[in-house]
């Protein structure tokens, strides 16, 4: 009975872990911008969307990034920023201190005004894309 127990939680534990974070098996060498100028940009009025990855990232990983870009560029054209920040080849970032990232996460910022939206990304990035656009454009208008 002990042992059907522990095999019970930990395919629960493992169904739950696997739902948010479906990573990370590819290789993706993406450079990105860093130091000062992200902080001035970071602190620049406007709504912007980061998205915060490792460096090998899983086909869901790398959905969340396309299907935001997506969203963002369908709905907003180039209102809205967005960028995509490798947490391990750029780890002195300073949006990782500033927002306290320390996993793949996808933030939507304007002032001081921060939304995750993490969860929400990657249970629907691959699975219902319209559904994840749909979250992150009302999130972005409800922000403005």
Known sequence: MKKLTFILIIAL???VSSASAQCCDSK????TDAGAA???QASEK???AYYFH???RCVTCQAVEKV????LKEHYGDQVTFLSIDREKDSENPLLKKYKVSGQTLLVVSGDEVRNLTNDAFLNARTNPDKFKAKLKSTIDSMK
């Open 46 to 48: 406007g709504v912007k």
């Open 38 to 40: 992200l902080l001035e």
């Open 13 to 15: 534990w493992a169904g």
């Open 28 to 31: 993706v060498a993406e450079l």
């Open 68 to 71: 935001t870009k997506e969203a």
């Open 54 to 56: 490792a460096t090998r």
